[in-house]
């Protein structure tokens, strides 16, 4: 018996010193994301780096004894240290944003990654249209999220595409004026739409993964190439970028929009059944985000449930601010 509690013992005390070391290193490499994409990949997963010091600390702490607790400890802290540096930002602008009553006449918008392999298209297109949004930016459209697409244009009067291949949609119930996409390399499209207090533009785009490092960055500087054509003060713009808000990639495209992110901190991938050997509990990566001009004011912003796709639907409420 005594030889299992130390065999235990040697398990855990183990695990707390691999926690603490490659949390730590991992963190600190993703401080370096502000010069290296390569590093910068890093950044997207910080919250495991802050989970593997926190394991370090607790499991250190409670099991080791003497400088090996020490050890282990200075580890895990100096693991949750990085990550804090990273992702306290965007934490702080999350608890700052103080939700309003909805009233008439506010827009909503749904940014919305359907998923080509969407295995609930109907429970998906039932809840979007229960929504009863203004404006759907929806990626990934084509697949087996195709009913949602063909449900979604029976429901709306106007949409950015009118052929069969369009990346993303763009589907309004005010009228839309003009409409195009944005340049090869990008998957985008925007939409110019008719409003009594004077037309804005909407524009969406989807990222590739940012592994290989450089393909996210190059569509980050078409993006906003394209934002830079329309008004910045009625922009609204969305997308899956594929990108967590406490990466490098994310903060420099925040600062190079001019816009303000109203997405903050809401976990939107995995979600559901994600692939077909692995299902999510709930999402734990931000990468699908809403941005506007200064003539919105978000006055909610929420995260949908689980209805078939990867992701999980972003809901934001704008109020149009007086000139």
Known sequence: MRLIVHLLSLLVRGTALMLGL???MLALASLGGAISPKLDALTHITPVWLAMGVGAVALGGLFARETERWVMVALGV????????IMLPELRQAWRFKPEAVA????????FNAWHE????EQSLKWLLAQQADIIVMAEGGGA????????????PFVSCKSGRCEPWIFSRKKVIASGAVQKGLPGAWATIEDREGPFTVLGAHYVWPVPAGRQQAQSAMLV??????????????????STPWSFTLKHQDKALGLERWSRALPSWPSGQFSRVAAAPAPFLPIDHVYAGSAWRAVKVERGPAIGSDHRPIIVTFRRQPK
Request: aromatic share 10%; proline share 2%.
């Open 78 to 85: 100096l693991a949750i240290s990085a990550s804090g540096v």
């Open 225 to 242: 190439k394209a934002a830079s054509q329309f008004d910045r003060r009625t922009l609204i713009v969305t997308g899956d970028f594929n």
């Open 104 to 111: 008439a006449g506010d827009l909503k918008v749904i940014q």
């Open 118 to 121: 969407n295995y609930a298209p």
């Open 145 to 156: 999220a195709w009913r949602i697409n063909r449900g979604l244009r029976a429901a709306y």
């Open 22 to 24: 490659v949390g730590s």
